[in-house]
């Protein structure tokens, strides 16, 4: 008896466990849009060779091309400026906004009001 509790318990815990933290498609490709969105994520501009560190920073037209696939994998952006970038985040991020909206997808990256 004691081996089928121990037994129940683990199954019980893997499924307590295994349930809430299943695999998302970050793009909602069941296409049921927002409803599968990230709430939010954390933007910057660096690319996989790109690091402050190195003084390797990414151009405007990276940046983007990255916020264009953020903006379809999420509700909201919090966007991280740096000094070194000679552009605008929150405006790449309006702008992405306003091209899902062209394309018929929902407004769901908006900037700040200035």
């Given at each position: 008896?004691?081996?089928?509790?121990?037994?129940?318990?683990?199954?019980?815990?893997?499924?307590?466990?295994?349930?809430?933290?299943?695999?998302?498609?970050?793009?909602?490709?069941?296409?049921?849009?927002?409803?599968?969105?990230?709430?939010?994520?954390?933007?910057?501009?660096?690319?996989?060779?790109?690091?402050?560190?190195?003084?390797?920073?990414p151009t405007?037209?990276?940046?983007?091309?990255?916020?264009?696939?953020?903006?379809?994998?999420?509700?909201?952006?919090?966007?991280y400026a740096?000094?070194?970038?000679?552009?605008?985040?929150?405006?790449?991020a309006q702008?992405?906004?306003?091209?899902?909206?062209?394309?018929?997808?929902?407004?769901?990256?908006?900037?700040?009001?200035?």
């Amino acid at each position: 008896m004691r081996p089928l509790l121990i037994a129940f318990c683990a199954v019980m815990l893997l499924l307590a466990w295994y349930l809430p933290n299943r695999p998302v498609d970050p793009l909602g490709g069941g296409g049921a849009g927002d409803a599968e969105k990230f709430s939010s994520l954390s933007f910057d501009a660096y690319g996989p060779s790109e690091s402050p560190l190195t003084d390797r920073f990414p151009t405007e037209a990276e940046a983007d091309a990255h916020m264009a696939v953020v903006a379809r994998a999420a509700n909201a952006v919090r966007t991280y400026a740096a000094v070194e970038g000679n552009f605008d985040t929150a405006a790449l991020a309006q702008r992405q906004a306003e091209a899902l909206q062209v394309a018929g997808v929902p407004p769901s990256v908006t900037a700040p009001a200035a």
